[in-house]
């Protein structure tokens, strides 16, 4: 990170000594090990601080199979729940910190980025240094993550909350979407969820994605034994069809609550750093807007979950076989 890359106004802070590799993945790391509420036999859990909590606003983690469109179905779904009038958060928790692009219009330093040029201590951070607004006034985070193969990324989604309760910016936010990095592979990444009121799985109609979904809802089905999150549904994406996905869904006791086609003008929007929102009136993308407008509608509403049973895994490999 060079000093272009930093927020307007932040300089690096002085230091005792410059902050190395091993000092950074130091204050990473030893953020793993085991909490008293596990989630199942041989898990070993993320140790968040129990302060750091959202308490008032309703709270979305988005997961799904790696290159599914997750980022750019959050960013759409917050620019929809600004225009129904919510005060909205986004927090990209992935180290390419390439969530908020489309509704920022730029690739903003990420919390970790930022950390480190104050040698991690966080009292010398304001909220400008990390908070950025995008499209319609939505704030935009991006959490970054440790070095590659170090540290854990728990550490971070917990350390960005923690920031954003000690500058107060939680309590006048209506709506958190956490944007989240692939499939729930370790308790590092399912941190979110311990934020959650719903967790909600984008998908395809295709094998691959599923056979994700299915490991995500045993992820899900998991942290809801021991906090508040659920499960808030499939989003279909990507997709022409969604027979796939719906037989799926019912054979678990999901619903899909959502269906974002394959449109052009999707993968356009991302080329123009936009939001379909901006995308112009043609009635293919009127018609995605307002999919995303009555979808932020029912999520607010907040009346529906899911106490789904996901399948062992060799018997969805059977269920989405055919001839």
Not at 143 to 150: N, R, S
Request: hydrophobic share 40%; net charge negative; with cysteine.
């Amino acid at each position: 990170m060079t000093l272009l890359d930093l927020p307007q106004g932040l300089k690096p802070r002085p230091q005792s000594h410059p902050v190395t590799r091993d000092d950074r993945a130091a204050a990473l790391r030893g953020a793993a090990g085991r909490d008293p509420r596990e989630d199942g036999e041989g898990s070993v859990q993320f140790q968040m601080d129990p302060t750091a909590t959202i308490d008032k606003a309703k709270v979305f983690a988005v997961y799904g199979k790696g290159g599914i469109g997750k980022s750019t179905t959050s960013s759409n779904l917050s620019a929809a729940f600004s225009r129904l009038g919510k005060r909205v958060l986004q927090i990209g928790c992935d180290p390419k910190h390439d969530s908020t692009f489309t509704l920022t219009k730029r690739l903003v330093p990420t919390v970790i980025d930022v950390l480190e040029t104050v040698n991690f201590h966080t009292e010398e951070l304001r909220p400008e240094d990390y908070v950025y607004e995008g499209y319609n006034g939505v704030m935009c985070v991006e959490a970054g993550g440790p070095p590659a193969g170090t540290g854990c990324g728990g550490y971070v989604v917990g350390q960005t909350v923690k920031l954003l309760k000690e500058h107060h910016l939680l309590e006048d936010t209506d709506v958190v979407i956490f944007d989240v990095l692939g499939d729930v592979v370790c308790g590092g990444f399912a941190a979110p969820l311990q934020h959650a009121e719903r967790a909600l799985i984008v998908t395809a109609n295709d094998f691959d994605s599923i056979f994700a979904m299915n490991r995500i809802v045993a992820a899900i089905k998991a942290k809801s034994k021991n906090y508040e999150v659920r499960l808030g549904g499939a989003i279909a994406n990507r997709s022409k069809n969604t027979d796939e996905i719906d037989r799926f869904c019912s054979a678990i006791g999901m619903e899909r609550i959502a269906h974002l086609p394959d449109l052009d003008a999707i993968r356009r929007s991302r080329l123009k750093k936009s939001t379909l929102f901006e995308m112009g009136d043609e009635p293919e993308i009127v018609a995605v807007q307002n999919e995303y407008m009555r979808l932020a509608a029912t999520l607010y509403a907040g009346d529906k979950d899911f106490a789904a049973m996901p399948m062992k895994d060799r018997d969805i490999f059977d269920f989405l076989g055919f001839e």
